[in-house]
Nanobody, 121 residues
Framework: QVQLVESGGGLVQPGGSLRLSCVVS????????MGWYRQVPGKQREWVAT???????NYAEPVKGRFTISRDNAKNTVYLQMNSLKPEDTAVYYC???????????????WGQGTQVTVSS
């Protein structure tokens, strides 16, 4: 069974930094892409950043220039380095992976449970 586990969240002051990690475990045949999303209570989950199998990255406009997504393919791990954090970045951050567990199985999206990030003085 595929499982995604996030870590690294916490409480930081405005202007501070955090690095989130997400480890994908299980019988994974291939990962097409991995990404990060965030959600504030009462609002829809929004996309933050994605890294594709070829290494290219994409970012949502509010985090461009401040966040960096990276990955370690050997460890099936994706990271999100967050700098210059703002109060509006406060949310639960979720890890996502587009993968196939076995050869010839269809690709499917998997989600982690989320990690809380709070930016406040």
């Amino acid at each position: 069974q595929v499982q995604l586990v996030e870590s690294g969240g916490g409480l930081v002051q405005p202007g501070g930094s955090l690095r989130l990690s997400c480890v994908v475990s299980g019988n994974i045949f291939s990962i097409n892409a991995m990404g990060w999303y965030r959600q504030v209570p009462g609002k829809q989950r929004e996309w933050v950043a994605t890294i594709i199998s070829g290494g290219s990255t994409n970012y949502a406009e509010p985090v461009k220039g401040r966040f960096t997504i990276s990955r370690d393919n050997a460890k099936n791990t994706v990271y999100l380095q967050m700098n210059s954090l703002k109060p509006e970045d406060t949310a639960v951050y979720y890890c996502n992976a587009d993968l196939r567990p076995y050869r010839d199985y269809p690709y499917k999206y998997y989600w982690g449970q989320g990690t809380q990030v709070t930016v406040s003085s």
